[in-house]
């Protein structure tokens, strides 16, 4: 697993602690911009509140709990910059998940581009290009054990 610097976990840890507590309006940004940029993931959302649109998802009580779990492995991620490899299970896991239901990995890096529209827009003019390059450097470790995961569970499946 890749390493991140000092000065980068230092960046990530310091604007992640910016956003504040209630994470989840930012989540809301960010999904918001992934459903702008690939609309067809709407499709992938079932819930009791039909997901037919970007806002009628957006304002579901079950899409923003999962806005809240998506929110806490990013938390989790971030509380973890120091031995990343310890979520190397959870991510496998993660990655599975998103398998089974239809996610696709070439949309993990439209979420990577929507969580840094999410980071700029909130963060303003605190958002700098080495902060960019630094979430993008820990959300890159990230996603390669999730896509080993979403590969692992694609080869249990028959066609």
Known sequence: ??????KEKELIRVSW?????????????????LFELEPALLNLF???????TIQDCLSSPEFLDHVT???????????????LHTLEDFLLNLGKKHQAVGVN????????????????CSL????????RQAWLNMYTI???????????NGEHKTD
Request: proline share 2%; hydrophobic share 40%; with cysteine.
């Open 69 to 83: 779990k998506v929110m806490l492995v990013i938390d989790a991620a971030v509380s973890h910059l120091d031995n």
């Open 17 to 33: 602690e910016s956003l504040g507590k209630d994470k989840v309006p930012h989540g809301v940004i960010m999904f918001s911009r």
């Open 105 to 120: 990995t070439q949309s993990f890096a439209v979420v990577g581009e929507s969580l840094l529209y999410m980071l700029q």
């Open 1 to 6: 697993m890749e390493k991140l610097t000092e």
């Open 124 to 131: 303003g003019q605190g958002y700098t290009a080495p902060l």
């Open 46 to 52: 079932h819930y009791n509140t039909n997901c037919g």
């Open 142 to 152: 990230v996603v390669a054990a999730m896509s080993r995961g979403w590969a692992k």
